[in-house]
């Protein structure tokens, strides 16, 4: 979890009372030590026991006020994937049949299983182009009306 506190109400207090607490149904289950990890951030870990419905509810503490923050949390799976990372074959086998790809285990593959699978992209030639400013009507416009524009100021000034 990760907790932000706008900087606003921190005014200059440096170490705020901030507690974090994970409830369910009602009751307590777990008051989380936070952690700084900056000057308005602070991060708390906590891996449940169980699936369900829970709470995480912030409580600053300032001087007299109090600011407070309920959010609810749904566990669904506490076996988490990341725990043990290795791959399911059957179940890539089967992402390999369905998407045309091909599978295989490590000590069966060799470079020239690439060659001819593989597909060569080739970047866009780029070359310089060398245009004439002139040409570009752009350009003539802006010289058309600044020359416009000076002969209008001439002539409101007198000088014409």
């Known amino acids: 979890m990760k907790i932000l506190i706008q900087p606003e109400v921190l005014k200059k207090d ?10 369910s ?10 952690t700084a990890a900056g000057r308005v951030d602070y ?13 995480a509810r912030a409580v600053l503490k300032q001087s007299s006020r109090r600011y407070e923050d309920v ?6 799976d506490v076996d988490w994937e990341m725990e043990n990372p290795v791959s399911d074959p ?5 992402i390999a049949e369905k998407s045309g790809g091909l599978f295989m285990e490590l000590d069966q593959f060799t470079p020239e299983l ?5 597909k060569r992209f080739e970047s866009v030639k780029s070359g310089q182009v060398r245009k004439a400013l002139w040409l570009n ?3 003539f416009g802006l010289l058309i ?12 000034r007198g000088d014409i």
């Open 71 to 76: 959010r609810p949390l749904e566990v669904k």
């Open 14 to 23: 440096v170490s705020p009372d901030l507690e974090l607490t994970v409830q």
């Open 90 to 94: 059957a179940v890539l086998k089967d």
């Open 114 to 118: 690439l060659k001819g699978r593989a």
């Open 43 to 55: 991060r708390a870990e906590w891996v449940p026991e169980k699936n369900g419905e829970y709470e």
């Open 137 to 139: 009507p752009w350009v």
């Open 145 to 156: 009306l600044f020359l416009l524009g000076e002969w209008g100021f001439r002539r409101y």
């Open 25 to 34: 149904e009602g009751k307590t289950v777990q008051i989380l030590p936070l």
